[in-house]
């Protein structure tokens, strides 16, 4: 299944919403190479580094941290996902949308929307708004052996971090700029 769904409501809700954003997204371009490129498409945000990326599908989104320089399984590059809007979309019988996975949750009332891309819109899309404005100047994205990890802490103390875990952090990177750490071995 491609991502036609996903990719309409994206433009539609950004006609509306494009200003409340504080890191703009704009989509990329996938390289042909990649075997599944029909069934999502890809964003990056204006203003943080490009080693994030949002990768956008009729599921949900998911935000991966990338970094080519770390090819550390003989991949093309390094990934992680560290977060992710997934939604399952239900329709009742009087033909109103809900989250199945809100369902399944116990501690969780699923509410009902009158069309599948309102229930998208307020599952992914306001959930990825919330997320990426949430970033600010102290959020650092650190790269391990086995993964990928926000932080939100000062410089000195990032370095301090570093030197201490050389072992298991290969490299740190500030979101918002392009200001890099990398461990000392």
């Given at each position: 299944m491609g991502s036609r769904f996903?990719?309409?409501?994206?433009?539609?809700?950004?006609?509306?919403?494009?200003?409340?954003?504080?890191?703009?997204?704009?989509i990329i371009k996938l390289p042909k190479k990649y075997k599944n490129r029909h069934h999502y498409f890809a964003l990056r945000f204006t203003g943080i580094i490009d080693d994030v990326v949002c990768l956008i599908r009729n599921q949900g989104a998911e935000i991966w941290a990338t970094n080519k320089a770390l090819n550390i399984n003989d991949d093309d590059y390094f990934w992680d996902i560290i977060m992710e809007f997934e939604l399952t979309s239900k329709k009742t019988y009087d033909g109103l949308y809900y989250c199945g996975l809100c369902a399944d949750d116990d501690t969780e009332t699923p509410s009902y929307y009158s069309t599948r891309?309102?229930?998208w819109k307020d599952h992914v899309l306001e959930e990825l708004l919330q997320w990426i404005n949430n970033i600010d100047t102290k959020d650092w994205l650190g790269f391990y052996e086995h993964g990928a990890d926000l932080h939100n802490e000062p410089e000195s103390e990032m370095k301090i971090k570093t030197k201490k875990t050389t072992s298991h952090v290969f490299q740190w990177l500030r979101l918002p700029s392009n200001l890099m750490l990398t461990s000392q071995d």
């Open positions: 996903a990719r309409k409501t994206y433009k539609h809700w950004m006609k509306e919403n494009r200003s409340r954003f504080i890191y703009a997204p704009y891309a309102a229930l």
